[in-house]
């Protein structure tokens, strides 16, 4: 039978709350060492509203009175409305096609006034629910195609709606969401085959179509040469390699020029190939199949400017060294050379300013939480609180990881924030609303049953 707890804060995992803060906190002072200035009052620019780091200091007291309301809420209330809440996030997406607000070549923005509000960011919150409420059902056996496709459904629609705004990052976001789903019995064969398709993507970065076409097709036949004792006695081998050679091909040959065409912008296209130091082959051309002198200025004028992000951070980074320049010392971080240097680049500012050793404590700081949270998961006695435990982990650590990568140039750039450190308040209301939903599902696992 379910009973409220007597005691305020009792059950409570304060050790996620004080991870949280502190993330906070260390967010809160590396937007203030990017934007302040000697000439600046500190209290009046807090009070103005006018800095970033003071709305961000105000976006934290929201996120401190949702935190509140979310730990004083009967946990039951998520579990009921995880549905609604999950089709009000994609009414909210599809709002933006029609009121959107663009910003960045990017129309994913709802303009509030005070702040603008991006929907595609809270409906992380709602597909985790809606996800972790799907999977706990009891009748559902997942180990059934039906039961996969239905929760592959839930999770990758608005990553879907999330491409057609121009936010391609955020919606390589919802693909974390393989990680519940194989903790709840997804067959390993769907990871492997996902990731010999990125492994495909990449070789594809780097080889003409043609030449990978040529490639796969001489593979099959050496392949089938080398069995073809073990085809005799077993003619679905035989098959087996036709599908995976067809695969392959059509992979190379039509999915990936489809998508550099026709879903990624040239932009972010021509961001990928740039990373690995190559030009953009599906950018276009005139009848001879070369970029004219004019075009081709153009390419080399946007090239720069796409490289200039990247190579400014690397700067930056190891501008610091081992011990840092010291906070509000940084040279690149106080004289605006990186570019979103508050936002997506905000780790530029720990980088230079506190060097490897404040660089390296944050990602202990965030191991810590990631695997806090999955401590968290494992003691829940509900698959409910399971399996949303797993999608706040996994959306923590794929944005961990694609955003550190991207800052030292390992991965290109397509707009990701570091949790609960970037500015901006969709995206630190997000974070705070996972964690303390998070919170108050494991402060009832011993008084629940979901």
């Known amino acids: 039978m379910y009973q409220k707890n007597p005691a305020i804060g009792k059950g409570f995992?304060?050790?996620?709350?004080?991870?949280?803060?502190?993330l906070v906190m260390i967010g809160l002072l590396c937007i203030f060492s990017v934007e302040y200035r000697t000439t600046d009052g500190v209290i009046e620019s807090f009070l103005g509203f006018k800095k970033n780091y003071s709305k961000q200091f105000i976006f934290f007291l929201v996120c401190i009175g949702v935190a509140i309301f979310i730990l004083l809420t009967d946990s039951?209330?998520?579990?009921?409305?995880?549905?609604?809440?999950y089709l009000a996030g994609f009414i909210l997406i599809l709002a933006t096609f029609v009121v959107g607000k663009e910003i960045k070549g990017s129309k994913s923005w709802i303009p509030l006034g005070f702040m603008n509000l991006q929907p595609v960011e809270l409906c992380?919150?709602?597909?985790?629910?809606?996800?972790?409420?799907y999977l706990s059902m009891p009748d559902i056996d997942f180990k059934k195609s039906p039961s996969q496709l239905i929760a592959a459904a839930l999770s990758f629609t608005p990553a879907v709606l999330s491409i057609l705004q121009?936010?391609?990052?955020?919606?390589?976001?919802?693909?974390?969401f393989l990680i519940p789903m194989y903790r709840e019995g997804l067959p390993s064969g769907y990871l492997i085959t996902g990731f010999a398709m990125a492994f495909l993507l990449i070789v594809s970065l780097l080889f003409s179509p043609i030449t990978l076409l040529i490639a796969f097709f001489v593979l099959a036949i050496l392949f089938i040469y080398a069995s073809r004792l073990q085809i005799k006695r077993n003619k679905?081998?035989?098959?087996?390699?036709?599908?995976?050679?067809?695969?392959?091909?059509?992979?190379?040959?039509?999915?990936?020029?489809?998508?550099?065409?026709y879903v990624f912008k040239p932009y972010q296209a021509d961001r990928i190939f740039s990373m690995v130091g190559v030009d953009n082959p599906f950018a276009d051309k005139n009848s001879t199949g070369h970029l004219n002198p004019q075009d081709q200025k153009a390419k080399q004028k946007k090239d720069a400017q796409q490289n200039y992000n990247v190579k400014q951070s690397k700067i930056a980074i190891g501008s610091g060294g081992f011990f840092g320049k010291g906070f509000l010392k940084g040279t690149q971080t106080q004289g605006d050379f990186v570019p979103e240097q508050h936002t997506d680049f905000i780790f530029t500012s720990v980088g230079e300013n506190f060097g490897f050793w404040g660089s390296t404590l944050l990602m202990l700081l965030y191991m810590a939480l990631i695997f806090r949270i999955i401590n968290v998961a494992e003691r829940q006695r509900s698959t409910f609180s399971r399996?949303?435990?797993?999608?706040?982990?996994?959306?923590?650590?794929?944005?961990?990881?694609?955003?550190?990568?991207?800052?030292?140039?390992?991965?290109?750039?397509?707009?990701?924030?570091?949790?609960?450190?970037?500015?901006g308040g969709s995206s630190l209301l997000t974070f705070t609303i996972l964690l303390f939903i998070l919170i108050r599902l494991d402060a009832d696992r011993l008084m629940i049953l979901r």
Do not use: Q
């Open 166 to 176: 121009g936010e391609t990052g955020l919606a390589l976001v919802y693909f974390s």
């Open 387 to 423: 399996v949303y435990s797993y999608c706040v982990a996994s959306i923590i650590f794929f944005h961990v990881a694609v955003n550190i990568c991207v800052t030292i140039g390992l991965a290109p750039v397509i707009g990701i924030t570091l949790p609960l450190l970037s500015y």
């Open 13 to 22: 995992d304060w050790v996620l709350i004080c991870l949280y803060a502190l």
């Open 236 to 261: 679905r081998l035989l098959g087996l390699v036709v599908a995976v050679w067809l695969f392959c091909s059509a992979f190379v040959g039509l999915a990936v020029p489809f998508t550099f065409k």
């Open 124 to 133: 992380k919150i709602f597909t985790s629910l809606a996800l972790a409420k």
């Open 76 to 85: 039951k209330l998520f579990t009921a409305m995880a549905n609604i809440s």
